[in-house]
């Protein structure tokens, strides 16, 4: 089972697939063979949330985000996938999911990357959305926070999202009470680095979710340190559905 499939920008015939049983592999012949190419060489096989191809940087520049577990769940490549390099992703929690992550199509180094709800050893929440300038080695800065779901977790909250303001004056009249709830698509404006989107997920029964067990799609247009939910028409049916893909026009700013 296939859980994400990316292509070179390099070379239309080199195709990355990650899949949701384990495993990452390549093809670069369209697909008409393939080989494992690790995460990183000799790793056992972890399942792949998502793999992401830098859409100008060559030789490709690949990240990748997994469920492994009692390793990093963010991994980057400047070779194409023959080489894998440890983020810090793993120095957050040995044990959380990367679900989402969106590139900034100027820098290779910058991105967006968003960790599953879980709590680390320490027993503090490490889910939300991240960005970093250095591709998620050391430089990582929290920009959501997560769900509020979990037990024993201990977590300090930053209401940083707006819910709904006065239609005449714009000034904000309610916030969410928790951190944005679980991140699981990311999108940058390819014409506006600053304009990031981020599809989330309440979990029912979360201790400070807002409108438990629903869908939001949250937008920021600094960068990510302010975000604005829209929910209207993103239903909950009873199942723990999430956004999973958000994609701009490429020639609509």
Request: proline residues 5%; aromatic residues 10%; contains cysteine.
């Amino acid at each position: 089972l296939a859980a994400d499939i990316a292509f070179s920008p390099n070379d239309p015939n080199t195709v990355y697939v990650g899949g949701f049983d384990g495993g990452l592999y390549r093809s670069q012949d369209g697909g008409i063979n393939w080989k494992e190419i690790g995460l990183p060489n000799r790793m056992p096989k972890v399942r792949i949330r998502n793999v992401e191809v830098h859409p100008t940087q060559k030789p490709d520049y690949v990240y990748v985000g997994t469920a492994a577990k009692h390793l990093s769940s963010l991994w980057r490549s400047k070779d194409g996938g023959n080489s894998w390099l440890w983020t810090g992703a793993g120095n957050l929690d040995m044990d959380g999911e990367t679900y989402a992550i969106a590139l900034d199509p100027t820098n290779p180094e910058r991105l967006y990357f968003g960790l599953s709800d879980k709590c680390n050893s320490k027993g503090k929440r490490i889910d939300g959305v991240y960005y970093s300038d250095d591709g998620a080695v050391n430089n990582l800065t929290r920009l959501t926070y997560g769900s509020g779901s979990g037990s024993g977790c201990q977590e300090t909250y930053r209401p940083n999202i707006v819910v709904k303001r006065d239609a005449v004056t714009g000034a904000v009249t309610e916030r969410m009470s928790d951190g944005g709830g679980l991140t699981g698509a990311l999108a940058i404006n390819p014409h506006n680095k600053l304009h990031v989107l981020a599809g989330t997920y309440f979990v029912p029964g979360g201790y400070h979710a807002w409108k438990s067990g629903s869908k939001a799609l949250l937008s920021s247009l600094d960068g990510g340190k302010t975000w604005e939910a829209y929910a209207d028409g993103l239903s909950y049916n009873g199942s723990t559905e999430m956004v999973r893909e958000i994609k701009f026009h490429p020639q609509i700013a």
